[in-house]
């Protein structure tokens, strides 16, 4: 009987490993949702698909009507069942992770115009550190890391809660496999 117990303990608190979100969902064609991050939804169910235990978290509301990755989107149906399952992983002790997921379009953001992967963290770049010294000696992929400005609500509100998180954004083009293979040296990491 007690190593049943122990069992299920376990095997909740490995339910909490890995927490994937994508805010930024396209939910409207995209010329009507200029906004949206067209492959990140694609490229979040491949990293899912990687990493065992993962918990995938797809938004649901057009980001040109509500932002779900800031404070304003904190009262959507997603974020409330993102907030409850974090709160959940955080009070039962297991050693989580968040990664937030999103898309950029090939000419780059401004200062990273040769980027293909992007890693943001706010407050602790423990993990966006680790990911990115060893997708740089594992792959021929362009990363950089870079402070957030504060404005990313899910990342901060999973290190509030003591859950390692990092941000994540992709190239649009990248190849399939890359993905693939970003999310093998995740789930090596985490």
């Keep these: 009987m007690l190593h ?4 299920k303990i376990l095997l909740k608190m490995d339910e909490c490993s890995t927490i994937i979100v994508v805010p930024h969902v396209c939910v409207l064609p995209r010329s009507m949702d200029n906004g949206c991050d067209h492959r990140s939804r694609r490229f979040a169910e491949i990293i899912s698909s990687e990493i065992s235990h ?4 797809i938004g649901d509301v057009a980001r040109m009507k509500t932002d779900l990755n800031r404070e304003e989107g904190k009262n959507t149906g997603m974020r409330r069942n993102l907030s409850a399952y974090m709160l959940k992983c955080s009070n039962n002790g297991s050693n989580s992770t968040v990664i937030d997921v999103h898309t950029f379009p090939r000419l ?4 990273f115009q040769n980027v293909q992967v ?8 423990k993990l966006a550190r680790l990911i ?4 740089k000696k594992e792959t021929k992929l362009r990363v950089e890391m870079v402070l957030g400005d ?3 609500d899910i990342i901060i ?4 809660l003591n859950i390692q998180a ?3 954004e992709l190239i649009n083009t990248m190849d399939v496999n890359d993905v693939k293979n970003i999310a093998r040296i995740i789930r090596t990491i985490i």
């Design 132 to 135: 990115l010294r060893t997708l």
């Design 150 to 152: 504060g404005n990313n």
């Design 108 to 111: 780059g953001f401004d200062g």
């Design 54 to 57: 993962s918990k995938l978290f």
């Design 157 to 160: 509100q999973a290190e509030k």
């Design 118 to 125: 992007l890693l943001i963290y706010e407050r602790d770049s």
């Design 4 to 7: 049943s117990s122990i069992f």
């Design 166 to 168: 990092v941000l994540i």
